[in-house]
């Protein structure tokens, strides 16, 4: 239930995110989309955008008044929830990894578009689709070991 609520609520934020954002860059060069990518990331050329511009507010907020309006509004969001109490535990110890299959990999390796961007790995697309049917069961192999590992 918890989960479902959360998940409810990244959607809601994500779309409100869309519209505020991402949605005036859609009509736009790929180019610009990457600009606008890497901005996000941290990597950008250009000097860094001053806050107000990025969340499109021009109001005579102090600093101070602002981080407490993002403040309010990252808390908005956990309202309507309640506390857990502390008689609700999800125990996870028999908790098993779910294996993965080598045809699901492989099947997944032979659909990468050879026109995408490098991973990075820097291996081009197009051997992981070629090559798919052998590089799978050793990729299965790790992702395999890894959940092992972490329980992921």
Known sequence: MLRNKVNCERKRCRA???DNKVRDVKD???????????QLCGNGNRARKDIRSILRIHTDFTD?????EINEAFV???????PLSDDV?????????IPV????????????SASRARG?????N???REFSDILAPALTEVLNLKSHIYGD
């Not at 736009?28 to 606008?36: F, L, Y």
């Not at 990075?120 to 081009?124: A, I, R, V, Y």
Request: aromatic share 10%; hydrophobic share 40%.
């Open 120 to 124: 990075p790995d820097n291996l081009p």
């Open 64 to 68: 101070r008044d602002l981080a407490d």
């Open 101 to 112: 299959t080598i045809d699901p990999v492989a099947a997944r390796l032979s659909k990468i």
């Open 28 to 38: 736009t060069r790929p180019r610009d989309w990457w600009r606008e990518v890497k």
């Open 16 to 18: 409100i995110y869309y």
């Open 126 to 128: 197009w051997v992981l």
């Open 89 to 97: 535990m999800v125990l996870c110890e028999d908790d098993e990894p």
């Open 76 to 82: 908005g969001v956990m309202q309507e929830c309640n």
